[in-house]
């Protein structure tokens, strides 16, 4: 589905990618975990076409998307949900859902679908998108991408800074996606989180792969990651 | 009492002015992140081509007000094409200096071939008196430009808040990096933007007219109280840029008559006051600011 090779990523002199190759195949779930600054959200914003200073190739469903703009990688299926939620203030919840163009109409969720999932989204439908709370931010933010039809989702750190039952809600929102058949490259500090909704890991550090680990190694090596990311 | 009314809508009116052509300054910023400093030159040349028109083919003042508008957007449209757009993905502050440059090559160019004494209109009959309401004398010019400048910022506001471009409008004012990411391709709707925040000046420029002189030089020292109104507003702010600039109007109103001398500088200080207390302006976000 997904395929990033040999990604060097700059800001200025500074590299903050270096021959990053992540692969994801059709319906897998992968995280990227790392510590803070490792190059995650780097790695994401250049996926989507956000990041200009780049080397290497990011190839979708087997055409190279490396030279397109970031509207149009959305249009062929990417939906990037930002690690600050990206929710505008100046729309409504339901002007933020319909903002972007449905570039899938076979797989995008209905209006009434996406309330149906998230009452809270209907029953705010006109106060503006930044009046929610955190929670509901970042689930407007996801049934945003979901609505378009996408067929694969850039998960920014979706549960940072929630409470656990909201997390829980992520997560089975997640897994819910995940039974559709929709891929996910998903970026996440918790690493319970991450064991319990994905199939393969990358461990980011200093903008380098230091391992591909499938979810059976990575829950074997849970505590020593745990201690390595230093949460 | 009547006295301070007269003053009322003679800043009304006055701020009509500001309000319709920081309208289309904060359009322009909101999408294209572009500050025109060609707004005030653009007022000018909307005046300057409802003159010429009306002295050319005997164009009315009310088919001016739909005629002129049309002309500035192609004139948007042609200066977005030829100059802005290749310099819209460098600093802004190029096409900062563009407009700059640009403000210069129009004024010199009108006062080349229509000179500095001013262009004469022909005033329509219909707003050359004044309406009368019990004691109350109020100019009909002033009513009228003060009511027509209100129907244009609600239809305007009605753009914004009702119609899908309004919402890609908001929403890349806001977040124009993520508008993008979502899919929404705004650079389609760059130019067509820039125009209409042209032709808004213009039609400030078509309004004024019938009764200020219409000179080369109309526009310098517009385009100086108007960036007082933007950044008073909120710099993108829509809602801002309008009661900002009705609130300029009136201030440069009570000014002229209680305190000529001050009266410029009044509105300075009402800007300065704005940014200590808010710096993003009185509408604005702060993450923007
Ligand atoms: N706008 C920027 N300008 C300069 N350097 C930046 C910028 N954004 C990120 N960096 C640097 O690039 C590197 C990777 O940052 P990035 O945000 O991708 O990390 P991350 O893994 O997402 O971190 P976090 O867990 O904190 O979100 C870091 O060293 C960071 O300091
Ligand atoms: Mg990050």
Request: glycine residues 10%.
């Amino acid at each position: 589905m997904l395929e990033v090779r040999g990604l060097d990523a700059f800001y200025g002199d500074a590299q903050a990618l270096h021959g990053v190759d992540v692969t994801v195949a059709p319906g897998e779930v992968v995280t990227l975990v790392g510590r803070n600054g490792a190059g995650k959200t780097t790695l994401l914003r250049s996926v989507m076409g956000l990041h200009s200073d780049v080397r290497g190739t990011v190839t979708l469903d087997g055409e190279d998307i490396t030279g397109l703009h970031p509207h149009q990688r959305a249009r062929r299926g990417l939906g990037w949900v930002q690690d600050d939620r990206g929710i505008y203030a100046s729309l409504s919840v339901e002007e933020n859902l319909t903002l972007p163009p449905v570039t899938d109409p076979g797989s995008a969720w209905s209006l009434s679908q996406v309330y149906d999932a998230f009452p809270v989204l209907a029953d705010r439908r006109r106060a503006p998108g930044t009046t929610l709370s955190g929670g509901e931010q970042q689930m407007l933010a996801v049934a945003r991408v979901l609505r378009t039809g996408a067929r694969m989702l850039l998960l920014d750190e979706p549960s940072e800074g929630l409470a656990p039952v909201i997390v829980q809600r992520i997560r089975d929102i997640l897994l819910e996606v995940k039974a559709r058949g929709t891929t996910v490259l998903l970026v996440e500090q918790n690493v319970k989180f991450a064991a319990t909704v994905a199939d393969r890991h990358y461990v980011l550090a200093e903008g380098s792969v230091a391992a591909d680990l499938d979810n059976a190694e990575f829950t074997a090596r849970q505590s020593e990651l745990l201690e390595y990311l230093g949460i | 009492m009547n006295e301070i009314l007269q003053y009322t809508l003679q800043g009304l009116a006055a701020g009509s002015f500001y309000a319709l052509a920081a309208l289309g300054l904060a359009i322009i910023f909101g999408v294209l992140g572009v500050v025109n400093f060609a707004h005030g030159a653009c007022y000018m040349l909307g005046a300057v081509v409802a003159a010429v028109l009306q002295d050319l083919l005997g164009l009315n003042f009310w088919l001016a007000l739909l005629v002129v508008p049309v002309v500035m957007f192609v004139f948007g449209v042609v200066i977005e094409r030829l100059l802005v757009s290749r310099l819209i993905a460098l600093d802004p502050l190029y096409n900062f200096l563009l407009t700059f440059g640009l403000t210069l090559l129009l004024v010199d160019l009108v006062k080349r071939q229509y000179g500095v004494s001013g262009l004469p209109y022909t005033r329509p009959d219909l707003l050359t008196g004044q309406i009368t309401l019990g004691a109350l004398r109020l100019p009909t010019y002033q009513v009228f430009v003060l009511a027509f400048s209100l129907l244009v910022c609600a239809a305007v506001w009605l753009l914004m808040t009702r119609t899908r471009i309004g919402m890609i409008v908001r929403a890349s004012t806001e977040k124009s990096e993520l508008t993008r990411a979502l899919g929404v391709d705004v650079n389609r709707w760059v130019t067509p933007v820039f125009g209409f925040g042209i032709a808004l000046a213009g039609l400030a420029g078509v309004l004024a007219a019938p009764f200020r002189a219409i000179t080369a030089d109309m526009g310098s020292s517009f385009i100086i109280i108007l960036f007082a109104v933007v950044v008073i507003g909120g710099l993108g702010s829509i809602v801002g840029a309008v009661v900002a600039g009705f609130i300029v109007g009136l201030v440069e109103a009570f000014g002229q008559a209680y305190a000529p001398a001050l009266s410029q500088i009044a509105i300075f200080v009402l800007m300065a006051l704005v940014i200590l207390v808010r710096p993003a302006g009185l509408f604005g976000r702060e993450e923007n600011a």
